[in-house]
């Protein structure tokens, strides 16, 4: 059934008389399905299809709740907003050849996009180091336009240019609910969280109560990780997964970069970020990056070692930050 659907996609999106050859899973995706078009004269796309049977997440309170900037983004129509304005900002993402959101090739959200089948940056990180520094000084330049467009409200991308408004009072509440939560729920899968759950709770109340109000939030991508960023035949950086970008403190962001890319990270510092924010959000997403996996693997996600293995590291990242 997928076939067809997708064979129906890739006539409309790539057009020229061809034909669809194979239909290739993609490794990587957790809440939608992303497959390789390959037609028949070797012409490729990459198909998005959100749907219930490709999300490997188990339910939970909240996730469709998209006054929650830190709630998960699935969905077409996240999609569709954050690639506009990340487009907007000249931010390079993979070209739109078709949507539908009709039900014209089945009965999920479809978007079938430009193919980059290079390498991505977390690849090309470990092969060659000094190849991947352009790539990495480009996407600095990619995160100085998204640093750079600001606005009075924080959120999904798709509520606040809507019009909408977020939950909570502020970005650092918002995350300190989220942490709170995810304490919760890594105590409840694990021991050692469980046994230093007091402590962990009153050091994230601590952090918080350092931050200082802020009335202006940028655009950031919230999980830009190295296997987020391909790169084109160019070597331009290409951003994907863009489903859950959010207007918000930029400090979320550079948290996460340093979490993922280590050393090269160090090209992409700037200055004037927040410390505060900084070690706050550096706690909370180390409580993420436990509970998140933990949870997914309660689920049928496939690669269930290395989903595991993020859940060690970040645990044991948390249980130092507590020690420091």
């Known amino acids: ?13 790539l057009g020229g008389g061809r034909r669809l050859e194979a ?13 390789r078009l390959v037609m028949d004269d070797a012409t490729t796309a990459i198909a998005y299809l959100w749907e219930e049977s490709e999300n490997h997440w188990p339910a939970a309170e909240g996730d469709d709740d998209l006054t929650d900037p830190l709630s998960p983004g ?7 907003a954050a690639h506009a304005r990340l487009d907007a ?5 993979p ?3 078709l949507v539908d959101r009709e039900g014209a090739h089945g009965p999920a959200g479809l978007a079938v996009v430009e193919d980059l089948p290079g390498e991505n940056l977390e690849r090309l990180l470990a092969r060659d180091p000094e190849a991947a520094a352009p790539v990495v000084a480009r996407l600095g330049e990619a995160l100085e336009a998204m640093r750079g467009h600001r606005t009075s409200a924080y959120g999904k991308v798709a509520l606040v240019d809507g019009g909408g408004v977020s939950r909570g009072t502020s970005c650092e509440g918002v995350v300190l609910d989220r942490a709170l939560r995810d304490l919760a729920e890594a105590a409840s899968r694990d021991a050692r969280i469980a046994r230093v759950r007091d402590r962990l709770e009153e050091r994230l109340l601590g952090l918080a109560a350092t931050v200082r109000p802020r009335a202006q939030y940028a655009v950031v991508h919230g999980e830009l990780g190295p296997d ?8 331009n950086p290409v951003v994907i ?3 859950g970008s959010m207007y918000f403190d930029v400090e979320w962001e550079h948290v996460f970069l340093r979490i993922r890319l280590h050393d090269a990270y160090r090209s992409l510092g700037v200055d004037g970020l927040d410390e505060d924010r900084l070690a706050l959000y550096t706690l909370a997403q180390r409580l993420s990056l436990t509970a998140g996996p933990l949870r997914l693997l309660d689920g049928g996600f496939p690669d269930r070692a290395s989903m595991a293995g993020i859940a060690e590291h970040n645990l044991r990242k948390a249980l ?3 020690r420091a």
């Open 1 to 13: 059934m997928t076939r067809e659907r997708l064979a129906g996609a890739a006539r409309a999106a």
């Open 23 to 35: 239909v290739e899973r993609v490794a990587g995706g957790s809440r939608k399905g992303v497959y």
């Open 74 to 80: 699935h969905g077409l129509d996240l999609f569709e």
């Open 89 to 93: 900002l000249g931010v390079r993402v």
């Open 95 to 97: 070209a739109i050849r």
């Open 228 to 235: 987020h960023v391909l790169v084109d035949a160019a070597g």
């Open 241 to 243: 997964d863009v489903e």
């Open 320 to 322: 130092e930050l507590l």
